[in-house]
């Protein structure tokens, strides 16, 4: 004898999210959409760049790009779906490939950042931005 599983209600959207919030939900999710195309083609040309680069593994991170870039493409305010596989599946990968790929920010140096407060630097931040 089978029980019947318990009949769920569908999972509207919040009725009380503000209009803002709808679209920081959407900006989030189309930022992080881009953030990992850009990472996926970043995978793309480094394995092409190598001397014997793994086909299958470019066919496979492009099949991954156009995936996701027909999700980006298909995007809209009104589909919670493709919002929420946005930040709460891609924008995890996200977060752990920073980590992986941005060493902390105590390790993290730039390049002249001991100019920066330095008497040789004689040029401000704001003559280089307005020149």
């Not at 589909?79 to 060493?103: F, H, N, Q, W």
């Amino acid at each position: 004898m089978s029980a019947a599983p318990p009949k769920q209600e569908p999972s509207l959207p919040d009725p009380h999210e503000t209009e803002t919030a709808k679209i920081v939900r959407l900006e989030t999710a189309t930022e992080t959409l881009m953030a990992y195309i850009g990472y996926l083609n970043t995978q793309i040309m480094k394995e092409e760049d190598k001397p014997k680069p793994n086909q299958r593994k470019i066919q496979a991170l492009a099949e991954q790009k156009a995936a996701v870039w027909a999700e980006r493409r298909a995007i809209r305010p009104d589909d919670e779906k493709l919002i929420g596989r946005a930040i709460y599946v891609y924008a995890p990968i996200m977060k752990a490939l920073s980590t992986v790929i941005a060493p902390p920010a105590a390790k993290r140096t730039v390049p002249g950042s001991d100019l920066l407060h330095s008497s040789k630097l004689k040029t401000s931040a704001h003559q280089v931005a307005w020149g």
